[in-house]
């Protein structure tokens, strides 16, 4: 029996507009910033007139790297709600696979946009498994008071110790595939953002994504214990919005590119791995094709990293240990430079900068639950 598991940033999968651009010139659209606009109530009308017309080839690309996974469950990020999500399934993904994410799981987090981390199942796998919802459980209200997590480096980012821990959720939530308990935690850690007085985004923040991590790894603990080596089935699936390594791109498109492996000294991944805890099975791929997102800044500042995990639980990884995950890239802008060996065939309307299905790619794998 096995289970086809997947996770996907679709990239804010919205169902209504976005006008704090009108006053926020880092939300304002690019397109938007080339037209002067007289007032409120005429960009309105532009935003909702541009948020329509590239709406459908997004979601049709974004339908089709899903499709394309395969998956018996699906962990989503960016979601808006439950309404944006039975419009994208009925619209667009019913088209390619027919009825088959029947079972939809989805609840308010604390992100300030309103994106929350979800979760589609199909009945049964493709081997005619029963899949059972059992339960879920939000830890959204969690505080770093509660948790004993405030950590150092907080203080100077604003965050007081009755705030919440999670900038969106912790969601775990119960399933039976075939008769076995999967527990599964769909998180979105925090972004890393740009700079922050000088000091690089993903240093700045990295004190609450290590929170987050250290809150992810202390609610499966508590629930599982301490004893890595016993039988539980759980995975940790999302965008934990960092990296243990990146691929450094030189060069151009004419000259040729160049990707550099590098290692990063401190990464909060490497908290829900120590010990044993947990696996990163991506890190099964080779080195320079663990890549799910494309970053720059222009030609001064460009890597490939792995910001989309599939985090088992060690029973889970022993009992799989030769299973290897599928990363889906045939969505990425035609701009996202590949490694040598790595390029695919873009889908049909893939644009250079835009559409694209999103600007991550999905992880897929194929479980066996014992």
Same mark, same amino acid.
């Given at each position: ?17 976005? /006008? ?11 397109? =938007? ?21 590239? &709406? ?10 899903? &499709? ?10 960016? *979601? ?5 999500? #039975? ?6 993904? %019913? ?20 994106? $929350? ?13 029963? @899949? ?11 505080? %770093? ?6 950590? +150092? ?5 604003? @965050? ?5 821990? /999670?900038?969106?959720?912790? =969601? ?14 769909? *998180?979105?850690? #925090? ?8 000091? +690089? ?13 250290? &809150? *992810? ?6 629930? /599982? ?67 799910? =997102?494309?970053?720059?800044?222009? +030609? ?13 639980? +060690?029973?889970? &990884? ?40 999103? $600007? ?11």
């Amino acid at each position: 029996m096995s289970l086809r598991l997947a996770t996907f940033n679709i990239e804010n999968l919205m169902n209504r507009f976005d /006008f704090s651009g009108y006053r926020n010139e880092l939300h304002q659209d690019r397109s =938007l910033a080339l037209y002067e606009i007289k007032d409120e109530a005429e960009y309105k009308l532009l935003e909702q007139a541009r948020a329509v017309a590239t &709406a459908d080839d997004t979601r049709q690309l974004s339908a089709l790297a899903i &499709a394309a996974t395969r998956a018996d469950i699906l962990c989503l990020q960016e *979601v808006d709600n439950l309404e944006a999500l #039975k419009a994208f399934e009925y619209g667009y993904l %019913f088209k390619m696979i027919g009825s088959g994410y029947r079972q939809k799981v989805i609840t308010p987090g604390n992100d300030s946009r309103g994106i $929350d981390v979800a979760l589609l199942m199909r009945p049964e796998t493709h081997d005619g498994q029963p @899949i059972e919802f059992v339960r879920m459980t939000s830890h959204a209200t969690l505080t %770093f008071e509660e948790m004993d997590l405030y950590l +150092p480096g907080l203080t100077e980012l604003n @965050i007081q110790p009755q705030d919440r821990i /999670f900038r969106r959720d912790c =969601l775990e939530v119960d399933v039976r595939v075939g008769g076995r308990p999967l527990t599964l935690y769909l *998180v979105h850690l #925090k972004s890393m953002g740009g700079f922050r007085n000088g000091i +690089p985004g993903r240093e700045a923040t990295m004190p609450v994504r290590i929170a987050e991590a250290k &809150a *992810v790894r202390r609610i499966i603990e508590r629930r /599982f214990g301490t004893d890595h080596t016993a039988r539980k089935n759980w995975a940790v699936c999302g965008d934990f919005n960092d990296y243990r390594e990146r691929l450094v791109i030189g060069g151009d498109d004419v000259a040729g590119y160049t990707f550099t492996p590098a290692e990063e000294a401190v990464s909060s991944v490497d908290i829900l791995l120590e010990g044993g805890f947990g696996e990163n099975i991506v890190a099964r791929r080779p080195a320079l094709d663990r890549w799910t =997102l494309y970053h720059t800044r222009g +030609p001064e500042e460009r890597h490939l990293c792995q910001l989309d995990y599939i985090c088992l639980s +060690p029973a889970l &990884a022993r009992a799989n240990a030769s299973a290897i995950p599928d990363i889906i890239r045939a969505g990425q802008p035609w701009r996202t430079p590949f490694p040598p060996g790595q390029e695919v065939e873009r889908y049909p309307r893939t644009g250079w900068d835009r559409p694209k299905a999103s $600007d991550h790619c999905p992880v897929a794998v194929t479980l066996d639950v014992v």
